[in-house]
């Protein structure tokens, strides 16, 4: 039974660090219609800044600055925001598709340079011994899931509550209107250039942060974390919740994940020992299957997007 | 004209590569006017158009605005300086309500910085409030009241263009420029939206009418500037260019020789 609870907050923390990031992209793609499909350098800055900054001093790597954990993470969210800031205002004049493989291309330059960049990095070892949140408790593992889980969960409903009131407000407005038609909004006085830069910046703040929380919480990252499997997954967990609602952004976040987790077990347990690590791959196939079922049976995704409603 | 004109292009020339679509045309539009510009097909009225609303920088000239030159003002600050637009095929949001569609266009609004949000709340209720009430007075006098809670995209082509109209409005334009209003609207919807137009040019708003239908330019415009490769060909009331042999020749003659 305890064993079940430390699992369960295990889990949920994890998923609810996907709905950090999902959140991020709802305000991108949902709201603002940009198609960003370099979720994970995004994430991967953020978790890379804040573990930078927090660890002790490690031979052979920059570091030892030992800074507090909140400051690593809001360092985290100033440099993702301004390298998002920075990759909006360089494909300012790109749309959809055109887009999506250029910001590709930067999550890829991201994790090649974390890969590479062993003296900054760690490349290929990661960075080890991140300081975690309440360490102290770590004698007692099921209070210190717990905690993690409360943490995690505080950051969840705060990244929530701030982008629930923008998107709101008539900050929000003028994204969704740049959504539907750009020339219109620019007619209107509104700077597209400008908004655009901000979506791709507060997005990428939201992103950097639940990768700096990530770090912290499992202590150890790596470049392979930072794969386009794990944009792949936000972008499902996105389209199942419902693309334009930041609760469905949470939702699909922990459904998706459920799923994956689940057709992980359900492998493990049906396929020879032989078949694997091969099999491993039938968790992206499960995920794909379970979009292809959203997108037939209900293609705004659970909490389809509540369009056309006006700030009451 | 007595009073220094509101709008007024000077030398206005734009060349696309080796095309000078619109070529040293000037035009002054006086305060409270209602001008006409017309042409055969291009006469490069619509590149004047994209010029006055700023989506297309002019090769060389000048426009000035109130007396104050806005040649270099990108597009989307030409709405804050007096100068609202419509669009030939209305571009409404489709997803959003006729009154969120209205809200957008009000200049100057404090909800729109993105930390406002969070530092000043109360204020942004308070604007919000004021717009939404100021938004249903336009929507019903466009006659779209009854559907102000409904999504843009349910509109009839005639009443995009009036949410078109209603959306300009809500900035308080000294200007208003038009690109072929009546096209696409059905005969009695038009009859509204002339009277609308008249209606609200009464309260002191100018008017620069791009229109091919001939009717609604000489019910409504004081003064028509004909316009005919690129340059400025005459004006007059409706009656003068009618009578020019030089339109006629341009629109039936000139055109094709």
Redesign the interface.
Known sequence: MIDLIGYGAFFLSTALIFAIITLGLNLQWGLTGLFNVGIAGFVAIGAYTSAILTTPDTPDRIGGFGWPILAGWAAAMALTAAAAGFTGFATLRLKSDYLAITTFGVAVVVQLAALNAVGLTGGPFGVAFIPRPFAGLQSDPLAFNLVNLGIIAAVTLACYL?LE??SR???G??L??LR??E??????????RSYRI?AFA?GGAVMGLAGAVQAHFIGFIAPDNYIPTLTFQVWAMLMVGGSGSNRGAVMGAVVVWAVWIGAGWLTSALVPVDWQARAASLQIVAIGVMLCLILLGRPQGFFG?R?????E | MTTPPILEAQALTKRFGGVTAVNGMSLAVGQGEILGLIGPNGAGKTTMFDLL?G?VTPTSGRILLAGREVTAD???????RGL??T?QIP???????L??NL???R?G??????W???LSPRR?AAE?RAA?EKAREILSMMLLDKLA?????VLSGGQRKLLELA??MM?DPQVILLDEPAAGVNPSLLEVLIDRIRAINATGVTFLLIEHNIDMVTRLCHRIVVMASGAHLCEGTAEQVSRDPRVIEAYLGGAAA
């Open positions: 701030a009131r923008l407000s008539p900050w407005r003028v969704r209107a539907e038609d020339r219109a909004a620019i007619s209107l006085g509104k700077s597209a901000q507060v997007p369009r056309g409603r006006g700030m | 609303a989506s990108p597009a989307h600050r030409r709405l804050s609202g637009r669009f571009r409404p949001f489709p997803e959003l309500s009154v969120d809200l957008l266009a200049q609004q404090t909800g729109e910085h993105i406002a949000s969070f942004i919000e939404a809670d409904q999504p843009a995209r959306r300009v900035a």
